[in-house]
């Protein structure tokens, strides 16, 4: 399963987006899913990450409360609403799906063995 990230551009601080990351060649249905992102020079960091079900989700500190992670029902489609943008979410968002089946979100990058190649946001002030 290939998966491919779209959505990311050039936004104001305050403003919303939503990410969206496809699946193609398959689906992810009975697959925990994560959103990183990197920022210019610095490591990747956990942004997000939902269970295989849709059930329950977790998020990174600096993102609670302002980003929400969901799916599709098909298994075909992940989101990721950003609210409230602020410059220090500029980067490279990049989705994952965890290696094993039916498995919680993780925020532990070891966890996915495949990535999306990313859509980049950036956020002016």
């Known amino acids: 399963v290939q998966l491919v990230e779209s959505g990311g551009r050039l936004v104001q601080a305050g403003d919303s987006l939503r990410l969206s990351c496809t699946a193609s060649g398959g689906t992810f249905t009975t697959y925990a899913m994560g959103w990183f992102r990197r920022a210019s020079g610095k490591e990747r960091e956990f942004v997000a990450a939902i269970n295989w079900s849709g059930s329950k989700s977790l998020y990174g500190d600096s993102v609670k409360g302002r980003f929400t992670i969901s799916r599709d029902a098909f298994g075909n489609t992940l989101y990721l609403q950003i609210n409230s943008l602020k410059p220090e979410d500029t980067g490279d968002y990049y989705c994952?799906?965890?290696?094993?089946?039916?498995?919680?979100?993780?925020?532990?990058?070891?966890?996915?063995?495949?990535w999306g190649q990313g859509t980049q946001v950036t956020v002016s002030s």
């Open positions: 994952a799906r965890t290696a094993a089946r039916y498995t919680s979100g993780t925020p532990y990058e070891k966890e996915y063995d495949n």
